[in-house]
């Protein structure tokens, strides 16, 4: 197998950061913001797979940038995966994201950079490559952020006192998939496959870092460790779960209050290093590499339902437009407001929906544009004939949050219309439509 790497960084000097109902602007960073590209070949076929410090990528921006590296390459683009780590304080959108303003300049140099990420790993490419595979199980971090409430609703990020919260919606895949590349025993690259927002690094709780400077999150502080460990010339590549319902606070149990998010505790840097620990003592477990050198791709566009505006959600959109002339309510709830009157008329009834599967010997990865709920991804790997399934979100475009049905009809955050675009089936559209494609590339 031929294997190539490369590890470009673009932190802007200074700039806005999406991510949140206000606009943060950021001078320095308290890690760096980087591209980090992989690149694959056996018996002639290549992937190209490369994880960024950014939120999302627009679906348009995400064409782009793949077309690009598959046109300085010769590779198909539906071979080239590009997945977001989704730090919420990374660099600015190319276009305007609730009250964080888009910042085209900065947007063009990023892409520019991830380009030549992509490019490099693919120009670096060289025979000798072995592949190793480890999992893992790492509890202390990621929890359900939804709650069911005594009434039969579901809420998001409830608070830690909440009266009428009955129990956590779902519970999290805690699993880490790790993919470790050597040539003559020397640790080229590692590749992190784990679903929790990147979304840690603000002040509140007794948290010690906040939103001024830009940050890759606990992922790019696990990032450093690694490379502590292993050696600075190390690629890590992260590749991000399905997490749309995870993040760090344990609302049922309050155990962040005494671990990551405890007083003088810098929230990303210790979940990060924790992180990091628990791979490297599961890489130090494995002392064989994996015959299997298999590189496959295939691509399977679904056409999934529309996400609707209600007519509850009309009305206090309408409602809440109009008190906002007299009163002073939360940014968010204008935002939505504003949004669901601007974009919730002739909707159309249907959109497509592109999941793409990437064979890298023993992982199966599916990517997957959109926020995914823990249920997806927990339900893919029951369903996958893979040992190593790898479900990777935010990856080739964007789609929101793609929920389970009863999540809509609830009326939590992730449920809204200005939430996601896709609408009623789409979970188990995507489910049965990534087993099929994890079924194929397996073989």
């Given at each position: 197998m031929k294997a190539g790497f490369s590890e470009i960084e673009y932190t802007p000097i200074q700039g806005f950061m999406p991510g949140q109902f206000s606009a943060s602007l950021a001078k320095g960073s308290y890690t760096p913001l980087q591209a980090n590209a992989a690149a694959f070949e056996n018996e002639g076929t290549v992937v190209i797979l490369i994880s960024a410090d950014h939120l999302f990528f627009p679906t348009d921006y995400a064409t782009a940038i793949r077309k690009e590296i598959a046109d300085a390459t010769g590779v198909p683009m539906q071979n080239v995966l590009l997945a977001a780590t989704h730090t919420h304080t990374g660099p600015a959108l190319d276009r305007e994201f609730w009250k964080t303003p888009g910042e085209p300049e900065i947007a063009q140099v990023v892409a520019h950079r991830i380009v030549k990420s992509g490019v490099e790993a693919f120009k670096n490419m060289q025979g000798g490559a072995a592949l190793s595979v480890a999992?893992?199980?790492?509890?202390?971090?990621?929890?359900?952020?939804?709650?069911?409430?005594?009434d039969g609703s579901i809420a998001t990020n409830p608070g830690y006192d909440r009266a009428d919260v009955v129990c956590p919606y779902d519970e999290p895949d805690h699993t880490i998939e790790i993919l470790r590349v050597t040539r003559d025993k020397k640790t080229l690259a590692i590749?992190?496959?784990?679903?929790?927002?990147?979304?840690?690094?603000?002040?509140?709780?007794?948290?010690?870092?906040?939103?001024?400077?830009?940050?890759?999150?606990w992922p790019g502080f696990m990032r450093l460790a690694l490379k502590e460990a292993y050696g600075e010339d190390v690629v890590v590549l992260f590749f991000n779960g399905c997490c749309g319902d995870v993040n760090h606070f344990d609302f049922f149990h309050k155990s962040n209050l005494?671990?990551?998010t405890a007083p003088g505790i810098i929230t990303p840097e210790c979940m990060g290093r924790g992180m990091a620990e628990t791979i490297t003592r599961a890489l130090?477990?494995?002392t064989e590499t994996e015959r299997d050198e298999t590189i496959t791709v295939e691509e399977k566009t679904l056409t999934v339902n529309r996400r609707q505006l209600t007519d509850e959600e009309l009305a206090w959109a309408k409602d809440t437009v109009e008190r906002a002339k007299t009163e002073y309510l939360p940014i968010w709830e204008i935002e939505t407001a504003t949004?669901?009157?601007?974009?919730?008329?002739?909707?159309?009834?249907?959109?497509?929906?592109?999941?793409?599967?990437?064979?890298?010997?023993?992982?199966?990865?599916?990517?997957?544009?959109?926020?995914m709920f823990s249920l997806i991804g927990k339900?893919?790997?029951?369903?996958?004939?893979?040992?190593?399934?790898?479900?990777?979100?935010?990856?080739?475009?964007?789609?929101?949050?793609?929920?389970?049905?009863?999540?809509?009809?609830?009326?939590?955050?992730?449920?809204?219309?200005?939430?996601?675009?896709?609408?009623?089936?789409?979970?188990?559209?995507?489910?049965?439509?990534?087993?099929?494609?994890l079924k194929k590339i397996y073989g």
């Open positions: 999992s893992a199980e790492e509890s202390r971090f990621s929890f359900c952020r939804l709650a069911r409430l005594e590749l992190v496959n784990f679903a929790n927002h990147p979304d840690t690094n603000y002040a509140t709780a007794g948290m010690t870092r906040e939103r001024n400077k830009f940050c890759a999150d005494a671990l990551h130090d477990a494995v949004a669901c009157l601007r974009d919730g008329q002739n909707v159309p009834a249907t959109e497509p929906f592109v999941l793409t599967g990437y064979r890298v010997g023993p992982w199966g990865m599916l990517a997957m544009p959109g926020e339900e893919l790997k029951r369903n996958s004939p893979f040992a190593h399934t790898v479900p990777v979100e935010l990856a080739n475009g964007l789609h929101g949050y793609v929920i389970p049905d009863e999540v809509r009809a609830s009326g939590a955050y992730e449920g809204r219309f200005t939430s996601g675009t896709t609408g009623a089936g789409t979970a188990d559209a995507v489910i049965a439509g990534g087993a099929e494609l």
